[in-house]
């Protein structure tokens, strides 16, 4: 059984035959990867050695210490904490073969799930495939999608049977998004930049070899996809006033005028939280150790998104006119959102988007009361209605 001890063992090997500083960036993190120390719990051949999830400390612990490069994971954000467990899951050895260059962040992935008429009610996605031969030939839009602009893959939901209800004629398939029919598009949000993306599909040709899963069966398969999206934005390991609690923490500390009774106990009922919710991720991620994630997520989610517009909105107000000044609306194709980089200003804009982005907070709330909480669900008119007899 590998320990600790097997795993620094197996490190410091790793760091004398490819010294960090006299080894290239990718060069490295391929090596690690195949010395099963990029993800120590996946099977050995997949980047890891079957051991224990949390074990992945120790290695990392070593490999900073000895200045080694990481793979960028806030990058590939959706490729890390998304597509890679659900094609562990669902995926044939061919499709596995994808994760070594996922994971060293050589190839980075998108997410194409969200529709125009689909988000919320995603299960009513109109994208279809049709199957010719051994390809599927797709056309729809897909919209929302972060980091298309930079993606060679992505995580893609279609309908492939119209006749049955809209949970049950779906499926999952690996896109290629340098294939041609495949055209990517920017949105340009609030801050100026546009880090989504509209995705149009037209004719589409997706070799049946990059199914995953069975046909009709993706609505089970996405599960695995959206249960992981929610761990990795609500569950996002930090350290103690990491995140958006750091910056408005040093401004109140750093500015003595601010610290009137009803600012302080503002503040401080917000650390506390953001703390709670600091080390609720940390014993979430412990669960996901043991098995996959269930509907927990998405309460780690919905106190993300809540959490980070009362901090960001509580530090604009400390900033007074200062934290009202926004003046970079230059359209830019940023690779990743930088919360804690960036100035109030931009934090209390991007931060609007968080009850949305990754399921928003009403479909969330569903969540909880059905799957953690046990409670009722809501009526549905359309349990057994096909999905081209649906009202739309």
Same mark, same amino acid.
């Given at each position: 059984?590998?320990d600790?001890?097997?795993l620094?063992r197996r490190?410091?090997?790793?760091l004398?035959?490819?010294?960090?500083a006299a080894?290239?960036?990718?060069d490295?993190l391929e090596?690690r990867?195949?010395?099963?120390l990029a993800? %120590?719990?996946?099977?050995?051949?997949?980047?890891g050695?079957?051991?224990?999830? !949390?074990?992945q400390?120790v290695?990392?612990?070593e490999?900073?210490?000895?200045?080694a490069p990481?793979?960028?994971?806030?990058r590939n954000?959706?490729?890390?904490?998304m597509? =890679?467990?659900t094609?562990?899951?669902?995926?044939t050895?061919?499709q596995?073969?994808?994760?070594r260059s996922?994971?060293?962040?050589?190839? &980075?992935?998108?997410?194409l799930? !969200?529709?125009?008429?689909a #988000? +919320?009610d995603?299960? =009513?996605?109109?994208?279809?495939a %049709?199957?010719? #031969?051994?390809q599927?030939?797709v056309?729809?839009q897909?919209?929302?999608? +972060? +980091?298309a602009?930079?993606a060679?893959?992505?995580?893609?939901?279609?309908r492939?049977d119209p006749?049955?209800?809209k /949970?049950a004629?779906i499926?999952y398939?690996?896109?290629?998004?340098?294939d041609?029919?495949?055209?990517?598009?920017?949105l340009r949000?609030i801050t100026g930049?546009?880090?989504?993306?509209e995705?149009?599909l037209?004719?589409?040709r997706?070799p049946? *070899?990059?199914?995953l899963?069975?046909i009709?069966?993706g609505?089970?398969?996405?599960?695995?996809?959206?249960?992981n999206?929610?761990?990795?934005i609500?569950?996002?390991?930090l350290?103690?006033?990491g995140?958006?609690?750091?910056? %408005? *923490?040093?401004?109140?500390?750093?500015?003595?005028e601010? $610290?009137t /009774?009803?600012l302080h106990?503002r503040?401080?009922?917000l650390? &506390?939280?953001?703390?709670?919710a600091r080390l609720?991720?940390?014993?979430? @991620?412990?669960q996901l =150790?043991?098995g996959?994630p269930g509907?927990e #997520?998405?309460?780690?989610k919905?106190?993300?998104?809540r959490?980070?517009?009362?901090i960001s909105g509580?530090e604009v107000?400390? @900033?007074?006119e200062e #934290?009202?000044?926004y003046?970079?609306?230059?359209m830019?194709?940023?690779?990743m &959102?930088?919360?804690?980089?960036?100035d109030?200003?931009?934090?209390?804009? @991007?931060?609007?988007?968080? +009850?949305?982005e990754?399921g928003? !907070?009403e %479909?969330l709330l569903?969540?909880?009361a059905?799957r953690v909480l046990?409670?009722? !669900?809501e009526?549905?008119?359309?349990?057994?209605?096909?999905?081209?007899?649906?009202? $739309?």
């Amino acid at each position: 059984m590998t320990d600790a001890a097997e795993l620094k063992r197996r490190t410091a090997e790793l760091l004398a035959a490819h010294p960090p500083a006299a080894t290239e960036r990718l060069d490295f993190l391929e090596a690690r990867f195949d010395a099963g120390l990029a993800w %120590v719990h996946y099977p050995e051949g997949l980047g890891g050695l079957g051991a224990a999830r !949390s074990l992945q400390a120790v290695v990392d612990a070593e490999l900073e210490a000895a200045g080694a490069p990481d793979n960028d994971p806030r990058r590939n954000g959706i490729g890390l904490g998304m597509a =890679a467990p659900t094609i562990l899951k669902y995926g044939t050895e061919e499709q596995k073969r994808l994760l070594r260059s996922l994971w060293t962040g050589e190839e &980075v992935w998108c997410q194409l799930f !969200s529709e125009p008429g689909a #988000g +919320s009610d995603l299960a =009513a996605l109109g994208t279809r495939a %049709v199957r010719e #031969g051994d390809q599927w030939v797709v056309n729809g839009q897909k919209v929302w999608t +972060s +980091s298309a602009h930079n993606a060679r893959w992505a995580i893609l939901i279609a309908r492939t049977d119209p006749d049955v209800p809209k /949970h049950a004629g779906i499926t999952y398939f690996l896109c290629d998004m340098t294939d041609p029919g495949v055209e990517v598009r920017p949105l340009r949000q609030i801050t100026g930049e546009a880090e989504f993306n509209e995705v149009f599909l037209t004719d589409v040709r997706i070799p049946d *070899s990059r199914r995953l899963g069975e046909i009709g069966d993706g609505w089970r398969v996405a599960q695995t996809t959206l249960n992981n999206e929610r761990v990795a934005i609500g569950g996002m390991r930090l350290p103690r006033e990491g995140g958006m609690i750091g910056p %408005v *923490s040093r401004t109140w500390r750093e500015r003595p005028e601010l $610290r009137t /009774h009803d600012l302080h106990q503002r503040l401080l009922k917000l650390w &506390v939280e953001a703390e709670v919710a600091r080390l609720t991720g940390e014993r979430l @991620r412990q669960q996901l =150790a043991l098995g996959q994630p269930g509907p927990e #997520g998405a309460g780690m989610k919905l106190a993300f998104a809540r959490l980070n517009q009362e901090i960001s909105g509580l530090e604009v107000e400390l @900033r007074g006119e200062e #934290g009202l000044l926004y003046d970079d609306w230059t359209m830019r194709r940023p690779e990743m &959102v930088d919360f804690v980089g960036r100035d109030a200003g931009y934090r209390y804009l @991007r931060s609007k988007g968080n +009850s949305i982005e990754g399921g928003t !907070s009403e %479909v969330l709330l569903n969540i909880v009361a059905e799957r953690v909480l046990g409670l009722p !669900s809501e009526p549905r008119t359309d349990k057994d209605v096909a999905w081209k007899d649906l009202a $739309r």
